[in-house]
């Protein structure tokens, strides 16, 4: 079983950066496409930023779109989350989760797998 855990979450504020990460208990981090993911207060859990096992392809929501930016580091087993320019509407857990199925060139926010358990962002002045 695929363990996640997220790590750089804290307190920045508006205009600040913080970069997440996602450490994955797996050598062979390229079998799995991995996004993230956020949930606010009161609001549904929505989808990033995701990054496919190959090539490198990357999908960001419209929200973030120039502010974040996902990579990753299969030899290290972890995948990383950017994000820069922080507002106040970016505070919510964030989570990563990663997916087996699907093309190895693509990514998506659906048919996640395996999830970890959070790291609260917090953006505030």
């Known amino acids: 079983q695929l363990q996640l855990v997220e790590s750089g979450g804290g307190l920045a504020q508006p205009g600040g950066s913080l970069r997440l990460s996602c450490a994955a208990s797996?050598?062979?981090?390229?079998?799995?496409?991995i996004g993230w993911f956020r949930q606010a207060p009161g609001k549904e859990r929505e989808g990033v930023s995701c990054?496919?096992?190959?090539?490198?392809?990357?999908k960001y929501a419209e929200s973030v779109k120039g502010r974040f930016t996902i990579s990753r580091d299969n030899a290290k087993g972890t995948v990383y989350l950017q994000m820069s320019s922080l507002k106040p509407e970016d505070t919510a857990v964030y989570y990563c989760?990663?997916?087996?199925?699907?093309?190895?060139?693509?990514?998506?926010?659906?048919?996640?797998?395996?999830w970890g358990k959070g790291t609260l962002v917090t953006v505030s002045s």
């Open positions: 990054i496919s096992r190959r090539a490198g392809s990357t």
């Open positions: 797996t050598l062979t981090l390229d079998a799995y496409s």
């Open positions: 989760a990663a997916a087996t199925r699907g093309s190895p060139y693509y990514c998506d926010f659906y048919g996640m797998d395996y």
